[in-house]
C-alpha cells in the first residue's frame, strides 16, 4: 500500500503551485494545448460567442434554477466554470481533460449562457467572472476549495499524488490562507500568461460530451 506524505500546511500549498505550475507549463509548451487535430472542436471564435449571445436574446434564456435543473437532469457530473479567454485557465482546462480520461467532470465558459445561469442559480453574480466555479448538483465551490476539489477528481501520473494532497490541503490548510495564494494568481491571470479573443467550447470533436451544451440555457 502506498504510504501518504505526513500531512503537514507545506506539502498541501506545494500541491497547489504544483497545480498552478503544470497549468503554466501546459500552455507555455503547448504540451497540452489545443492539438491541431482537435483545434476546430475545442475553440469558437468571438464571433461566435456574439452568435451564440445574440441567440439566446431571440429565443430568451430560461431562468437560471431551471437551466440548473436541466444541465442536471439526465447527467450528475460537475461542471467546471472556468474563464474562456484565459490562457493560464485553458491550460487548467487541458490538464484537467488530460489527467480525467474517465469523464468524471464537465466543462463551461463562465462567459457563455450556461456558465452565468449557473453562477446565478448558486447565488452569484452572472457576469462575476474574478474566479474558477466548481458546480455539483447540491451547491457550488470557488477559488481554492473548487480547485482543490477538482484535482481530486483527476488522475495524473503515478508519481504525482495529486489526490491525497489536494485532501490535506482542505483540512490542514486555513481556507483564507487557500484563497490568499488563489487570488494572488487569479487576480493577476491575465498578465501572466496573457488571454485570447477566443472563449472555448466545444463544436462536435472528442470532447463534445465534456463541455455543456449552451442552448440548454434556452427554451
Given amino acids: ?8 500546511a507545506i506539502s498541501s500549498i506545494i500541491g497547489m503551485a504544483l497545480l498552478l505550475a503544470f497549468s503554466t507549463f501546459a500552455v507555455r509548451t503547448n ?3 489545443m492539438r491541431p487535430a482537435n483545434f476546430a472542436s475545442l475553440t469558437r471564435s468571438a464571433t461566435a460567442l456574439q452568435e451564440s449571445t ?7 434564456l430560461l431562468p437560471p434554477k431551471a437551466v440548473s435543473d436541466k444541465v442536471f437532469a439526465t447527467d450528475n457530473r460537475p ?24 469523464g468524471k467532470l464537465r466543462f463551461a465558459a463562465l462567459q457563455s449562457n450556461v456558465g452565468r445561469s449557473l453562477l446565478q442559480a448558486n447565488g452569484r453574480n452572472g457576469d462575476d467572472m474574478s474566479s474558477i466555479v466548481l458546480v ?23 508519481l504525482l499524488p495529486l489526490k491525497p ?5 482542505r483540512y490542514v490548510v486555513p481556507r483564507f490562507l487557500r484563497d490568499i495564494i488563489y487570488d494572488g494568481v487569479a487576480d493577476n491571470r491575465y498578465d501572466i500568461l ?24 434556452l427554451r
Fill in 194 to 217: 496573457g488571454k485570447q479573443d477566443q472563449c472555448r467550447f466545444d463544436a462536435d470533436g472528442e470532447y463534445e460530451d465534456r463541455f455543456v451544451n449552451d442552448e440548454l440555457a
Fill in 54 to 60: 445574440e441567440k439566446a436574446q431571440e429565443k430568451e
Fill in 31 to 33: 504540451a497540452f494545448v
Fill in 1 to 8: 500500500m502506498r504510504q501518504c506524505a505526513k500531512p503537514t
Fill in 79 to 102: 461542471i467546471i466554470l472556468f474563464d474562456g479567454v484565459c490562457n493560464l485557465c485553458n491550460g487548467a482546462v487541458n490538464l484537467a481533460l488530460d489527467w480525467d480520461p474517465k
Fill in 165 to 169: 494532497v489536494s485532501r490535506l490541503g
Fill in 136 to 158: 455539483t448538483e447540491d451547491g457550488a465551490f470557488i477559488k481554492s476549495d473548487a480547485v482543490l476539489r477538482i484535482s481530486e477528481a483527476l488522475t495524473p501520473l503515478s
